[in-house]
């Protein structure tokens, strides 16, 4: 079965930064593009970032432009977050999705 496993949350000072892992397994992974979501408490979930299967095309939300990339390699079945210049609006669990697949969120949050 499909599964997406997060890691690499936790805590770090606004302006700081950490790097998101989910790891996939379950279906043929450079197939599929690949997504990363983010809820914060009280709101609704939002898009943060997208990947192509091959990797070759990336879109992001305005609201990380300039400060998250996302990556993927497919040779070990993993797709990334890195997150820089973060900001305590950005605190929230992030969320590995494809299509109707979800993992299990890592939280991340951003306080001093």
């Known amino acids: 079965q499909v599964q997406l496993v997060e890691s690499g949350g936790g805590l770090v000072q606004p302006g700081g930064s950490l790097r998101l892992s989910c790891a996939a397994s379950?279906?043929?992974?450079?197939?599929?593009?690949m997504n990363w979501y983010r809820q914060a408490p009280g709101k609704e979930r939002e898009l943060v970032a997208g990947?192509?299967?091959?990797?070759?095309?990336?879109t992001y939300a305005d609201f990380v432009k300039g400060r998250f990339t996302i990556s993927r390699d497919n040779a070990v079945n993993t797709v990334y977050l890195q997150m820089n210049s973060l900001l305590p609006d950005d605190t929230a669990v992030y969320y590995c999705?494809?299509?109707?697949?979800w993992g299990q969120g890592t939280q991340v949050t951003v306080s001093s």
């Open positions: 999705n494809r299509g109707v697949d």
């Open positions: 379950g279906f043929a992974f450079s197939s599929y593009a």
């Open positions: 990947i192509s299967g091959t990797g070759g095309t990336a």
